[in-house]
């Protein structure tokens, strides 16, 4: 065939995606495919959904329910491949287009869920539903699509629907707003040093601050950057307490910098369209609101949970903090631990208690070897397999693995994206570009994980920090939640879950991490090749819970004022800073920790809505995660194949085809008691 010449090329979003995997074409794709992509693919969706509302024909299952489930097929293709992009290799034209696309979405998603006729006949269908002889997936989709739409507003009147709908358009924007504020303040800073600034640092941290420095324009010098992986390496090893304060400063003062990217206004108006939204549906608060849908039901049940691990963590860091004063003062320190020297100091206790140091173990944590790791625990848990594969993606730094099953049989396409690079956002991620599905045929996931290690110099290994590994095998575990994902409707997919559920295949795989038949095969020395000594991992395990006063003070105190700012009745003209000051006053936050995420940088919470109210998920999914470990420790066998396969079945498997709590009894018999989430992280006897 040929083409006219006044024939434009086709949009590639738009073409049906032939390639190796049905993966994108991203070699094809220009940023200025998106605008008018989203724009034909909005216009498509839109028509289905009207031609569903506009059915002649009584409600049904089939014409409703399931015509829902296979429309916007369009858009979710470009929506995956644009976010995608956005999150991992973003820059100017797509953050453009981001700030032009998210009120669109928002518009489009308003219109789709407060579609009076179409809830007319999801509403007449739940009426029905004990007599229209569904099967239990079929109930529960139903279930779920007839939830989101009454706590979307479909039931309310016009005049509340529109009100709705101005404020989601607008919390999009905003949202969006916050997450490139974040990333333009990360981006504007690196701490550019010489040689003689480099007092403390291993080699390690070194090479990573070389090869940031010369991504910067400065070959030859070394650059600390506000990458986490950058920044925290720096404040455990620099013994420069000047420089660390610069380094800490610079990394809580994220998005409260004054100016453009200030983003404290952003979130007062947040916090208050959230609550006018709230009270729109019924609801005295946002939390309130957030969480009658969650396995918690309710603010007061996450706080119970808090509240108890708060008072523990509060102890054990108190006297964390005290050994670390003395630390100071026996090394002739003439001053009162700041919280840039927390870590630090913690780095020399830790290797002094236990004669370990980070640079001596990371040699042993190369990241392609803890790639093999968690793939060789999903082999021994679920009997799959991992085979790399050479397909075009979108970065260079981007790997792609095929995964099969034990029969051989194709479960789906892994995607890894390690390193930190400046086009990209802070903090790790797992996501997709195609979720798994039986209705339109075998459909399999597409499934992403999206780190920040630091890249290595050319021709040297990447090395991770044990807690970079664990964030690898958590990421990965949300990607096994995608891949063996094993339902039939799409919106029961994978991490479709209740998002203080969704933390626990992540969290639980954290523990295989450990499992010593894992680290001693993969755990090696990236010039020797030796295992790690037994001896050495020893030592590295029984740190398990050192600093983990610490570490649960950071979070939780972020879980309660995230709870807190979200059950404001009204945020009136809401002060960020004030507020958040006052409530850890309130708490008693020991002055020496700061919140892991404070406000004007807490994308959870604001770069989009994901955690809003919602970031006690973590350790509500941790109390899951704990005891459900335990259920393999109780056998013996941390690969035990009757526990693996019932985890199979009804966690890493089964999307959203139950309640939550259901799902976790149907794995583990009953549901979790708060001990093992305790003993795990020494707080069982810090009262
Ligand atoms: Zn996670």
Redesign the pocket.
Known sequence: MTQTPQAKPENPLLTAWTGAFGLPPFAALDPGHFGPAFEQALAAHRAEIDAIAANPAAPSFDNTIVALETSGRALDRVASVFFVLAGADTGDAIEAIERDVSPLLARHNNALYLDRALYARIADLYARRDSLGLSAEQARVLDRTHTHFVRAGAALDKPKQDRLAAINERLASLGTSFGQNVLADEKAYALILNEADLAGLPDFARDAARAAAEERGHPGQFAITLARSSCEGFLQFSARRDLREKVFQAWIKRGENGGATDNRALIAEMVRLRGERARLLGFTSYAGYRLDDQMARTPAAARGLLDEVWRRARVKAGAERDALQQLVTDEGGNFALAPWDWRYYAEKLRKAKYDLDEAEIKPYFQLDRMIEAAFETARRLFGLSFKPVDVPLYHPDARAWEVTDATGRHVGLFIGDYFARTSKHSGA??TSLRDQEKLSGDVRPIILNVCNFSKPAAGEPALLSFDDARTLF??F??GLHGLLSNVTYPSLAGTAVSSDF??LP??LYEHWLEVPEILQQYARHAVTGEPMPKALLDRLLATRTFNQGFATVEYTACALVDLDIHSLPDAGTLDVTAFERERLTDMNMPAEIVMRHRLPHFQHLFSGGGYAAGYYS?MWSEVLDADAFQAFAETGNAFDPATAQRLRDYIYSAGNLRDPAEAYKAFRGKLPSVDALLKKRGLADAA
Request: no cysteine; aromatic share 18%; glycine share 10%.
């Open positions: 991620w797992m958590h990421e575990g949300h969704v933390e992540s969290q973590y």
